[in-house]
C-alpha cells in the first residue's frame, strides 16, 4: 500500500475495509455467492489454515469469483485440517480436508468455477437436526 495523500484516500480505505468486513460477517445471507468457510480453531491454525484462508480470500477476487471466504471454529476434523467448507450457490455444502496451497487452487478451478468434485472430501457422517 502506498503513502496516504489525503483524508479522502484514507475513508476510502476505511470504506472498502467495512464492506469486506460486512460482507465477511453476513456471510449465512449472501445466498447468491459462494461461500468459503475455513476452520480457524486452534488445529486449523496451528495446520495453517490462516495462509488458505488469506489465498482463498485473494484469488477468489483476482479471478472475478463473487465470494464470501470466513471463518468457522471447529469443523471436528482435526485429523484432516486445514479443513473448509465450500458450499455453491443452490447446493450442499462440500468439506474438503488436508487443504494446500495446491488443494486450494484445485478446488478453485475445479470445483468452484466448473463444479467437478476434487479429491479430499470429508464424508458427510452426521445429520442435521432441524
Known amino acids: 500500500m502506498g503513502k496516504l495523500k489525503s483524508l479522502a484516500d484514507l475513508k476510502k480505505i476505511q470504506q472498502e475495509s467495512r464492506q469486506r468486513t460486512e460482507l465477511r460477517a453476513g456471510s449465512d445471507s449472501n445466498e447468491g455467492l459462494v461461500q468459503v468457510r ?19 480470500s485473494d484469488e477468489l477476487e483476482k ?10 471454529g471447529c469443523m471436528s476434523y482435526c485429523y484432516a485440517e486445514p479443513t473448509i467448507e465450500v458450499q455453491l450457490p443452490g447446493n450442499e455444502p462440500v468439506v474438503y480436508g488436508f487443504v494446500d496451497l495446491k488443494r486450494a487452487d484445485e478446488i478453485i478451478e475445479k470445483y468452484i468455477k466448473n463444479g467437478e468434485l476434487v479429491e479430499g472430501i ?6 442435521t437436526i432441524d
Open 63 to 72: 479471478r472475478g469469483i463473487g465470494a464470501v471466504v470466513s471463518q468457522t
Open 122 to 127: 470429508i464424508p458427510v457422517n452426521y445429520e
Open 38 to 56: 475455513v476452520a480457524m480453531a486452534t488445529c486449523g491454525m496451528a495446520a495453517g489454515a490462516r495462509a488458505i484462508m488469506d489465498f482463498f
